[in-house]
């Protein structure tokens, strides 16, 4: 197993580390390899994704990815800011299905902002597209109209076997689950949304034992803060997916806990922390750790098909927060207060 570890900015070096050393600690023989990316590539190599890191990780069997982002460079041109990094390896690998889970951990029930009897026990998973929409629909920019004014425009749009391909991993995924998938679109006004309907209905087809549901995007944001229970797995674009996956983060109360992959049909993939570079704590020691630690579990689980690996770690993280072990985002009076390479050190333990 060769992994191409990508730290990138932030915390993300800080965080990656930790995720190393419990892959490490498996003795699973894997090869780690390292490249730049983010800002941490723009400064050194004057590209978010320059070319040797991009073929680092298409040369890898996974990729470990920390985070990018950085404030002082907001100002660049669009396509040498931070974030081209990942919307560039998503792209360029073909990483269409991302998985993003929000799982509410029994320990951490009253970190979420909602009343604990909604999110107890919240077990959801989004599938959200990550290669479309209007992420990367051309034509797009800004011009200047005849009046002198300037205008913005995007464009949103999803072809047939786009929505295809995405809706069979979604039913896959709801089969392997609860069996039931809520597809997540605005039918009532954008035609794009209309055939991504029409296409999931002709899919759901082939997933008769698997109960489809659908809701406009107002709504189903309305939904998972009402009664988020409800859901099973949601499948939706690329934007309504950005947007409603951090909506229910926050169910769980804890953005540092959750992980994600982002897989291509051959199930490689890329796997990293839901949340961002977080700048304002990064090179304090202070970040969680566990988001990029289930992340690798992710990784062995989806890509390396070693669920019991996989396993291993997700109880260990259990382990750790039955034991009272929180990093500053998830401290609550009483518990053992731990940096980055603690929380490591705790989830070292509790895999021993
Ligand atoms: C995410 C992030 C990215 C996105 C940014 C960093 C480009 O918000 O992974 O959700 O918008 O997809
Ligand atoms: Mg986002």
């Not at 490689?268 to 750790?289: Q, R």
Request: a negative charge.
């Amino acid at each position: 197993m060769k992994i191409c570890v990508l730290a990138g900015d932030g915390i993300g070096p800080e965080i990656t580390k930790q995720a190393v050393r419990v892959l490490d600690a498996l003795n699973l023989g894997i090869q780690f390899s390292e490249a730049q990316v983010g800002g941490a590539a723009y400064r050194a190599a004057g590209h978010p994704l320059p070319p040797a890191t991009l073929n680092l990780a298409k040369n890898s069997d996974a990729i470990l990815f920390g985070a990018v982002g950085d404030f002082s460079l907001d100002k660049l041109p669009r396509e040498l800011r931070p974030e081209q990094a990942i919307l560039g390896l998503r792209k360029e690998l073909n990483l269409f299905a991302n998985f993003r889970p929000a799982i509410v951990y029994p320990e951490l029930v009253h970190a979420s902002t909602l009343k604990a009897d909604v999110v107890a026990s919240l077990d959801i998973l989004i599938v959200r597209e990550l290669t479309g929409d209007i992420y990367f629909g051309k034509p797009r920019g800004i011009h200047t109209l005849p009046n002198g004014e300037r205008e913005g425009f995007d464009t949103m749009r999803y072809s047939e076997s786009e929505i295809r391909r995405v809706a069979h991993v979604a039913f896959q995924a709801a089969r392997k689950r609860g069996k039931r998938l809520c597809s997540v679109d605005k039918a009532n006004v954008l035609d794009t949304m209309q055939l991504w309907r029409e296409v999931v209905v002709q899919v759901a087809v082939d997933y008769p034992d698997v109960e489809l549901s659908h809701q406009y995007v107002d709504n189903a944001a309305m939904q998972l803060l009402k009664n988020p229970k409800q859901f099973d797995v949601i499948v939706t674009g690329n934007m309504f997916g950005d947007i409603l996956s951090d909506e229910a983060s926050m169910l769980t109360g804890s953005i540092g806990m959750l992980p994600s992959a982002s897989l291509n049909e051959h199930n490689f993939g890329l796997y990293e922390p839901i949340h961002g570079s977080a700048p304002d704590i990064a090179g304090k020691g202070v970040a969680n750790p566990l988001a990029t630690i289930l992340s690798a579990a992710m990784m062995l689980r989806y890509t390396f098909a070693d669920v019991a690996s996989a396993d291993k770690i997700d109880d260990a993280v259990k382990r750790v927060l039955a034991q009272g072990y929180r990093t500053a985002d998830i401290a609550e009076p009483g518990a053992t207060l731990v940096g980055t390479a603690q929380m490591g050190d705790a989830v070292l333990a509790a895999l021993a």
